[in-house]
């Protein structure tokens, strides 16, 4: 008797083994071809992303750089026709700074304190302000953070003349406290806003397990809520110190002879008879440089404040 066997029927091949088959297919192909208009079309966009950002970072970085160049040159070679790029360096612009009877050192001491303070006043009572608006829940609390920085948003030519009286009646023209006060009317509605957009990044359940641990609310602020938000407070305190150091608008009504500061030092340099641009440029260093190495120092912190409370919208 003879018996007829079947040829077993092929087992299908899972899933799993098609996908890998298909995967080093795509692998496979050569290099320099779309895969997909999908990849395609995300190569163009990291190419345009990639020269939006060389062509930002010309226009940035050039002027600077040719700006620091410019402040080695002599007299000669920075009014020349034609630009001068290999030159004998000199450091004259920056020597005559510092002689005669336009000695920049009063400038630069008058500068650091006045934004040195009022970024550091700005910083303090912002985070004790913004601490109280992201803790306490209250109708409209989103309302007053809008007044708040609106004030900020409020041209500098609108309140130059009431705090011109203010200040002539108080007797604080010409004088340091004059002009840390006058950053702060400024730098203080900015710093109450962001300090509170980063309390509000942190939850208020680290807060209550202080208090049950038997702190006080003030210890739980400074010993809990202030070392989890050390970004936001370098980054209020370099964003304040820019604006404190970089102003002229306050500086040219408020200063005098015994407080004057570099951008008043800057614009004393264009006059009837000509500008001095070897001395304009090396002025124009001195207060970049130091900004400069300020925020790449900081940098960490800076890029996680800006990515983190700033985009909160409190």
């Known amino acids: 008797m003879s018996t007829s066997t079947t040829p077993p029927s092929p087992t299908p091949r899972p899933a799993v083994a098609d996908e890998a088959a298909h995967g080093r297919a795509i692998a496979a192909a050569p290099r320099g071809e779309p895969q997909s208009p999908l990849e395609s079309s995300s190569r163009r966009t990291r190419w345009l992303v990639t020269l939006l950002i060389v062509l930002a970072m010309l226009w940035t970085l050039v002027p600077l750089a040719w700006m620091l160049l410019s402040s080695f040159k002599n007299r000669v070679d920075v009014t020349a026709s034609t630009p001068q790029v290999f030159f004998t360096p000199t450091l004259d612009n920056y020597r005559n700074l510092f002689r005669g009877p336009n000695n920049l050192a009063p400038y630069i001491l008058h500068s650091v304190l006045a934004a040195g303070i009022s970024a550091l006043l700005a910083v303090f009572l912002g985070a004790l302000a913004g601490y109280g608006l992201a803790r306490t829940q209250m109708r409209g609390k989103r309302h007053l953070a809008f007044w708040i920085i609106s004030t900020r948003m409020a041209p500098i030519a609108a309140i130059v003349v009431p705090l011109f009286l203010i200040f002539r009646g108080l007797g604080l023209i010409d004088s340091i406290p004059g002009l840390v006060l006058a950053y702060l009317t400024f730098n203080l509605p900015f710093a109450i806003w962001l300090m509170s957009a980063f309390f509000a990044e ?113």
Do not use: H
Not at 205 to 234: D, M, N
Not at 273 to 289: E, M, P, S, Y
């Open 202 to 314: 942190v939850p208020s359940s680290l807060e209550e397990s202080a208090l049950v641990s038997g702190c006080s609310r003030w210890q739980a602020f400074y010993l809990v809520i202030l070392p989890l938000t050390k970004s936001g407070l370098v980054t209020t305190f370099i964003l304040c110190l820019v604006f404190a150091w970089n102003d002229y608008a306050f500086a040219v009504v408020f200063s005098g002879p015994n407080s004057q500061t570099l951008p008043i030092a800057a614009s004393q340099l264009v006059t009837q008879t000509g500008i001095d641009w070897g001395q304009l440029t090396a002025i124009g260093t001195i207060v970049v440089v130091p900004m400069m190495l300020a925020g790449l120092a900081v940098r960490r912190w800076l890029v996680t404040g800006l990515t983190l409370g700033a985009v909160t919208g409190e």
